[in-house]
């Protein structure tokens, strides 16, 4: 009875708002933790900062040739009026409609060709060396011949971008498509699939991955391939004002192309890594499964 009175009296004064016994409950400090992309950024930023101003003051001082190297200000000058005039965003516009259309014409057709060598060897094993040989010889030694095909418009410098680029996707994608699973196209023909349907469901699917990863460096092809064609005969484009300005010794102008075509460079990986995630999600899950073991 004591003890029932003893818990009816505790419970009593808890009701009534008099706790039986205090309790410290301890407040956890959530400290704020930098992202560790931030602190990337960051750093990069850091370092441009520090070499351009390293650069000017060089130039300042005397100890780097503003004539041969140009400087930070007369680049960022040029840039300001450029921008402000327009002529520099079309001319990168120029440039950049040149190289994505040869990019996207001569990756597609290179993959669909290199996966199609999949359903003949025999047509893989006859044709092989003559890929081996082309991609063998450098693609700027076609330039001249491609100007003289195509003139000296657009077609010129797609068409030369899609040399660049098709070549790459094409034995990408037949080594890819050799290098299929077999136990699982043995699976598939075990299960009465036809060679069609092992081409779709598993040699498509298993080639993807390495078709995707050789857009990146299709998309720096395609932009060589763009700004060579300019070098030789254009009227416009990045390759065009770099070419012009270098033979004015215009250093300010011609650092003012190449960094655009390296904000260019750098947008279009961007771009590739976003159409990655679309198209085989389950290559960007498994990769940051095994980067948290």
């Not at 050789?214 to 070098?231: K, P, Q, S, W």
């Not at 770099?242 to 075509?261: C, E, K, P, Q």
Request: no cysteine; net charge neutral; hydrophobic share 55%.
């Amino acid at each position: 009875m004591n003890e029932t009175n003893v818990l009816t009296g505790q419970h009593m004064n808890t009701v009534a708002g008099e706790p039986a016994s205090a309790t410290t409950v301890p407040v956890k400090t959530v400290s704020a933790k930098i992202p560790e992309s931030l602190i990337r950024v960051g750093l990069q930023l850091l370092m441009i900062v520090i070499v351009l101003g390293l650069w000017e003051g060089g130039v300042r001082l005397g100890w780097i040739s503003a004539f041969l190297f140009g400087s930070p200000v007369g680049i960022a000058q040029y840039a300001g009026k450029s921008i402000l005039d327009g002529s520099l965003l079309y001319d990168t516009w120029v440039t950049v409609f040149e190289a994505t259309l040869g990019f996207v014409i001569g990756t597609v057709v290179g993959s669909l060709l290199g996966l199609s060598l999949w359903y003949s060897p025999f047509v893989a094993r006859t044709v092989e060396p003559i890929v081996v040989a082309f991609n063998s010889v450098p693609k700027i030694a076609f330039a001249p011949i491609i100007i003289l095909w195509f003139g000296t418009g657009l077609p010129s410098k797609v068409a030369l971008a899609i040399s660049l680029t098709a070549i790459v996707a094409l034995i990408a994608a037949y080594q890819a498509a050799k290098d299929a699973d077999p136990d699982l196209q043995g699976l598939m023909v075990t299960l009465g699939a036809n060679k069609h349907q092992i081409f779709y469901n598993v040699i498509v699917p298993s080639s993807l991955p390495a078709i995707v990863a050789t857009f990146r460096i299709n998309v720096g092809f395609g932009l060589v391939g763009a700004v060579v064609g300019e070098f030789i005969s254009s009227q416009r484009g990045l390759g065009h004002l770099i070419f012009t300005a270098s033979s004015l010794y215009d250093l300010n102008t011609v650092w003012v192309g190449l960094f655009t075509l390296m904000a260019v460079g750098f947008v279009l990986y961007f771009v590739i890594d976003w159409v990655e995630r679309r198209l085989i999600p389950w290559k960007i899950s498994d990769h940051r499964q095994e980067l948290r073991v």
